[in-house]
T-cell receptor, first 113, second 110 residues
Framework: DSGVTQTPKHLITATGQRVTLRCSPRSGDLSVYWYQQSLDQGLQFLIQYYNGEERAKGNILERFSAQQFPDLHSELNLSSLELGDSALYFC????????????FGNGTRLTVT | QQQVKQSPQSLIVQKGGISIINCAYENTAFDYFPWYQQFPGKGPALLIAIRPDVSEKKEGRFTISFNKSAKQFSLHIMDSQPGDSATYFCAASTASKLTFGTGTRLQVTL
């Protein structure tokens, strides 16, 4: 068990809808990362937050947004969902903003129908 | 642009054999090279990692070989076991951004 908790485990929704994915980092970790894993794209970095502030941005669509709250949990909001957004979404956490190992949660499987 | 290229896509090895997975990178600013192991239904888990000032790192049956001049690194799994059957991802990092390879699905047969 990595200590990173993601909810929900599974999510099925329709095109055009909006969903929120939640992540609780390991105790003591200040940094949270979001990754998207799909069959044809592998693990794609979306965004990183460190202690409540956006730290780095990757291939995150404008329809997607994230935030990290004062208690350090993070939420990833996906809106105007398309079929192609169906994927596994992973949250990871680390102690520092850089140069520290990432610990991944077990992911949220999103299916858009 | 795929900055970390991983091969092979899939690998079948007999129990007791050596599994070898290769990765190549382009960005010379990368300064941290971890390998992750992922079982079905689980998130990736850090297996072993290396920094470019070291050419080899060994932890139990797992060894990373690193060739800075060739911009290549590889994972060797000695005495492969059925429990090693999983997907393996190499990755490379600069600052806080971790870039993953596309993964290798390893199957260890009896």
């Amino acid at each position: 068990d990595s200590g990173v908790t993601q909810t929900p485990k599974h999510l099925i929704t329709a095109t055009g809808q909006r969903v929120t994915l939640r992540c609780s980092p390991r105790s003591g970790d200040l940094s949270v990362y979001w990754y998207q894993q799909s069959l044809d794209q592998g693990l794609q970095f979306l965004i990183q937050y460190y202690n409540g502030e956006e730290r780095a941005k990757g291939n995150i669509l404008e329809r997607f947004s994230a935030q990290q709250f004062p208690d350090l949990h993070s939420e990833l909001n996906l809106s105007s969902l398309e079929l192609g957004d169906s994927a596994l979404y992973f949250c990871a956490s680390s102690v520092a903003a850089t140069d520290s190992p990432l610990h991944f949660g077990n992911g949220t499987r999103l299916t858009v129908t | 642009q795929q900055q970390v290229k991983q091969s092979p896509q899939s690998l079948i090895v007999q129990k007791g054999g050596i599994s070898i997975i290769n990765c190549a990178y382009e960005n010379t600013a990368f300064d941290y090279f971890p390998w992750y192991q992922q079982f079905p239904g689980k998130g990736p888990a850090l297996l072993i990692a290396i920094r470019p000032d070291v050419s080899e790192k060994k932890e139990g049956r797992f060894t990373i070989s690193f060739n800075k001049s060739a911009k290549q690194f590889s994972l060797h799994i000695m005495d492969s076991q059925p429990g090693d059957s999983a997907t393996y991802f190499c990755a490379a990092s600069t600052a806080s951004k971790l870039t993953f390879g596309t993964g290798t699905r390893l199957q260890v047969t009896l």
